[in-house]
């Protein structure tokens, strides 16, 4: 059995539920070749190397497949080719199969709180850093006080 990766770029402006839509029809359609859906998925947003249709950037989307009907392939080519949402796209023939794509989850859970004591900590060091500040002065006060009483104490002597 062979396998196929198909990159296609749409407009990077669609909404998602457009975007989603447009997969779907093109899903659709290799269904017609009775290729078996591997993996698709949106890679990114990337500037585009040249404007294609007045576009500067662009949704890049992974589709890779297995098998199908050798001659309902270029129906698909062509079809890609005439699609408006499609802006550019390449099919190539891939070495092996390709492994299931599996989107991981990002910690966010974790990373709220390393944020939050990070700034509990913060907070915590300010507040030290006031009051030890604050108790520096009051120290000093107290020792310019007690400089003065000491100099108005001490007997004149005389010359």
Do not use: C
Request: hydrophobic share 30%; net charge negative; no cysteine.
């Amino acid at each position: 059995m062979r396998f196929y990766e198909t990159l296609y770029i749409v407009d990077s402006n669609l909404e998602n539920k457009v975007l989603e839509k447009a997969m779907a029809d093109i899903g659709n359609e290799l269904n017609k070749t009775n290729a078996k859906i591997i993996n698709h998925r949106i890679w990114g947003k990337k500037r585009l190397a040249y404007a294609i249709d007045r576009q500067k950037y662009g949704s890049y989307i992974i589709l890779q497949f297995k098998g199908g009907d050798v001659d309902k392939m270029p129906d698909f080519d062509v079809w890609m080719r005439l699609n408006n949402s499609v802006l550019r796209h390449m099919t190539v023939a891939l070495k092996e199969e390709p492994e299931v794509y599996v989107e991981e989850e990002k910690p966010v859970s974790i990373n709220e709180n390393t944020e939050s004591k990070d700034l509990e900590t913060v907070d915590d060091s300010n507040t030290e850093s006031e009051s030890e500040s604050g108790d520096n002065v009051e120290s000093e006060v107290k020792n310019s006080e007690d400089e003065r009483t000491d100099q108005q104490t001490e007997p004149e002597e005389a010359s």
